[in-house]
C-alpha cells in the first residue's frame, strides 16, 4: 500500500451541485460548465432528491463561500 494523496483538490471552473438523497447527511458532487446547465439538472433532481447549491469556481476557488439548499418552488 502507498501513501494517502496529500495534494490538495482543485476545481474546475463552472458550478457545483450537491445532490443527496432526502435526510442524508452526505452526497455526490456534480459539475457542470453553465450556469442553465446547472439549472437543468436541479429541475431533474428537485422532485426526489435533497439539492444544495455550491455555486460556482473560478481559477480553483469559490465566488460564493456559503451553499445554499434549493427550495422547490411549487
Known amino acids: 500500500m502507498g501513501r494517502p494523496p496529500t495534494k490538495p483538490i482543485k476545481f474546475r471552473d463552472g458550478f457545483y451541485l450537491e ?3 432526502r435526510g442524508a447527511n452526505t452526497g455526490i458532487k456534480l459539475h457542470r460548465n453553465t ?3 446547472m439549472l437543468r439538472t ?3 433532481y428537485e422532485q426526489t432528491k435533497d439539492v444544495i447549491i455550491l455555486g460556482e469556481s473560478k ?3 469559490w465566488v460564493e463561500k456559503n451553499p ?3 427550495v422547490v418552488e411549487d
Do not use: T
Open 35 to 37: 450556469e442553465e446547465q
Open 59 to 61: 481559477n480553483g476557488k
Open 68 to 70: 445554499v439548499m434549493h
Open 42 to 44: 436541479i429541475k431533474d
Open 19 to 21: 445532490i443527496r438523497n
